[in-house]
């Protein structure tokens, strides 16, 4: 099965934000040695910052989506809410977690044919492509 390029900049997407957050939750454990109140305000911050804060900003994409230039939105095609994005960025999180990280590339070979994943049946989402640049007149 060959994979697509809006999976491959999905995965990329997800990387993206997920290496952020362990760089951040590294830090802020290392300053927990320290300064435990620091150290937990640092790792709160962090998931705030990669995982929440993204999702109220114009463009409603985490910095993995933005790079990557994809974005969730409802199935109609309309911008989703920022409630239903967080709260899908929590369960693709969790999931991730309990299953040691492999999520993500078993949730790939059970994709459909329009590239949509379990999370996004559930939350009603898809993932589309996007060209931030601008029309030349």
Same mark, same amino acid.
């Given at each position: 099965?060959?994979?697509?390029? /809006?999976?491959? &900049? ?18 802020? /454990?290392?300053?927990? #040695?320290? #300064? ?74 059970? &994709? #459909? *044919? ?6 996004? &049946? /559930?939350?009603?989402? *898809?993932?589309?492509?996007? #060209?931030?640049? &601008?029309?030349?007149?």
């Amino acid at each position: 099965m060959m994979m697509t390029l /809006l999976i491959e &900049k999905r995965i990329k997407a997800f990387s993206i934000d997920a290496s952020l957050a362990t760089i951040g939750f590294l830090i802020a /454990l290392q300053i927990s #040695n320290t #300064n435990f109140i620091l150290g937990r305000i640092l790792l709160f911050t962090t998931f705030l910052g990669v995982y929440v804060l993204p999702y109220f900003s114009a463009t409603g994409q985490s910095l993995g989506k933005r790079f990557q230039q994809i974005r969730v939105v409802k199935m109609d095609g309309t911008k989703a809410g920022s409630v239903r994005l967080i709260i899908r960025s929590l369960t693709l999180i969790v999931t991730s977690i309990v299953s040691a990280g492999i999520y993500i590339v078993v949730a790939t070979l059970f &994709k #459909n *044919k329009e590239d949509e994943l379990w999370h996004d &049946k /559930l939350f009603q989402t *898809k993932v589309i492509m996007i #060209n931030e640049k &601008k029309n030349e007149v």
